[in-house]
């Protein structure tokens, strides 16, 4: 199992207090205590900016990237070296008469498949997601593993290596988190449920995603541009990674902007009852749309430089530390790195952004905030049990996957030596446009567990049976983490006494 084993006094708070909160759910069956009458108040308080600084920092960073991608796409556009940068470059440059026009199709073709496969998952989000999940999930390995040959057929070491590496990591992953697919299914399933029901949330992941169109058309003219110009292979790949780190930002923001949106949706429709509910707010996507755009952009803005990296850090830690098995050595070192990881995850989490968009908090008091009550209650605890956020990550990158595909096997018919930089730079395109689809759904299962913690009643009057199978397996997972530390701390006693023991 991927739970803490290390020695602590607040597992044994931690169930009492999760008891607690079912007890009290289970007393209080009208909904009159907790967030149930908290948030049937009219009157909102004014919010105040949040992050501005970062706010600035991708407002600035957008505008002068995308006046670099239009300089570089323009110089090779219709006409070699159009407006004469390639004096600049001349210690670098080869001899390469490649035009925009012969790459910016290319690019085309990943943002057309892309749209495809996140329009298909939206569409097909009531009736066929639990098979779309499995399929992204037992289907990644193998993909991954193919694209490997094809890269060592055609001769892209480096490559085939890297996608090789990225199998067995994906095969040891999905292996050490069998036993927890199920539940992990389980709160997935109920977060389609739940989303199904708000046509309007649909739409503000397909307007979403015509806007990543559109910043995506103006990133894959610069990128056209620099792959057809005359700069060795090393300066294109370092002028490619600036700009697909700048993508995957812009990419990041967008996603959780929609996350935030979404996220305020699915806590009112929780709190009030369905979003049928005579107390519902008026306007309440709009108001949770302003929110997102103006007053909170700042905290998603600052939140998306890090979040990613440090949830997929933690998965595959996690998944790592229960397999290592009694190494003591090796279980130092990865214990160490899980800590640190830990410490880093109370600052940059995606609970974050449900907090965001319920109380306009900055990012930093809202991912601490969200932990820390994580913590108290012990529902942490079901968190780390469950492997939603990684089960959505496959379909996101097998999306990526397929679209990189598509745009790399026209590269190859068309321009062979290229097939890696833009195949490589599609698959990002693709995974951004996937991702605004599956957040949806990862929204959903962020406000489900935040409602939970601070008031079960609420999952409860949505789904008993649900409230029923959640609290019963975060009362299984805290008696084994109970259980581990009573373990840890007799083997630690045994230890001392043995040493104790030993003559001088």
Request: charged share 15%; with cysteine.
């Amino acid at each position: 199992m991927s739970d803490s084993l290390s020695p602590s006094s607040d597992d044994s708070a931690s169930i009492a207090s999760a008891d607690q909160n079912v007890g009290r759910s289970r007393r209080n069956g009208d909904g009159s205590h907790g967030l149930g009458r908290s948030h049937t108040v009219t009157t909102e308080p004014l919010r105040h900016w949040r992050d501005v600084f970062w706010l600035t920092v991708f407002i600035v960073h957008l505008i002068g990237l995308g006046l670099i991608l239009a300089v570089l796409g323009l110089n090779r556009f219709r006409k070699t070296d159009r407006l004469k940068i390639d004096r600049f470059t001349t210690r670098l440059s080869e001899n390469s008469k490649g035009l925009t026009e012969n790459y910016w199709p290319l690019y085309a073709v990943a943002g057309g498949v892309g749209t495809f496969l996140g329009w298909a998952w939206l569409l097909l989000l009531g009736s066929r997601a639990n098979q779309m999940m499995k399929v992204s999930v037992h289907i990644l390995t193998t993909y991954l593993a193919v694209i490997s040959v094809l890269c060592f057929w055609g001769e892209q070491f480096f490559w085939g290596v890297a996608f090789a590496i990225g199998a067995a990591l994906q095969f040891l992953y999905v292996i050490s988190v069998m036993d927890r697919l199920p539940f992990s299914m389980l709160v997935l399933q109920k977060a389609v449920k739940l989303v199904w029901n708000l046509p309007e949330v649909m739409r503000v992941a397909y307007a979403f995603m015509l806007v990543m169109l559109l910043w995506m058309a103006i990133w894959s003219f610069g990128a056209s541009g620099v792959v057809a110009s005359s700069i060795g292979d090393s300066g294109r790949w370092w002028l490619l990674v600036v700009f697909s780190v700048s993508l995957f930002w812009t990419g990041a923001v967008l996603c959780n902007t929609v996350h935030v949106i979404v996220s305020g949706i699915v806590f009112l429709v929780l709190i009030h009852g369905g979003p049928e509910a005579a107390s519902m707010p008026p306007n309440s996507l709009m108001k949770s749309l302003r929110y997102a755009v103006t007053t909170s952009f700042g905290s998603i803005c600052y939140g998306s430089l890090f979040t990613a990296a440090i949830r997929a850090l933690r998965w595959e830690i996690r998944g790592f530390r229960s397999k290592i098995g009694n190494n003591e050595c090796l279980l130092c070192c990865v214990d160490f790195l899980f800590h640190l990881v830990e410490t880093l995850v109370r600052f940059f989490n995606k609970y974050a952004y449900v907090q965001i968009a319920v109380y306009g908090k900055s990012f930093n008091h809202s991912a601490r905030d969200a932990w820390e009550l994580f913590q108290s209650t012990g529902v942490e605890a079901l968190i780390a049990y469950d492997c939603s956020g990684a089960v959505l990550l496959m379909g996101t990158i097998l999306g990526g996957l397929i679209t990189g595909t598509c745009s790399g096997v026209w590269t190859w018919f068309r321009n062979s030596d290229r097939v890696i930089m833009v195949g490589s730079t599609a698959m990002l395109m693709g995974m951004i446009l996937v991702g605004l689809a599956m957040v949806v759904v990862e929204s959903a299962v962020t406000s489900i567990y935040i409602c939970y913690a601070e008031d079960p009643l609420l999952i409860h009057r949505w789904d008993a049976e649900f409230f029923n199978q959640m609290s019963e397996t975060l009362h299984q997972r805290l008696q084994y983490r109970s259980a581990r530390v009573r373990e840890v701390l007799s083997q630690n006693r045994l230890d001392g006494h043995t040493q104790e023991s030993i003559p001088v």
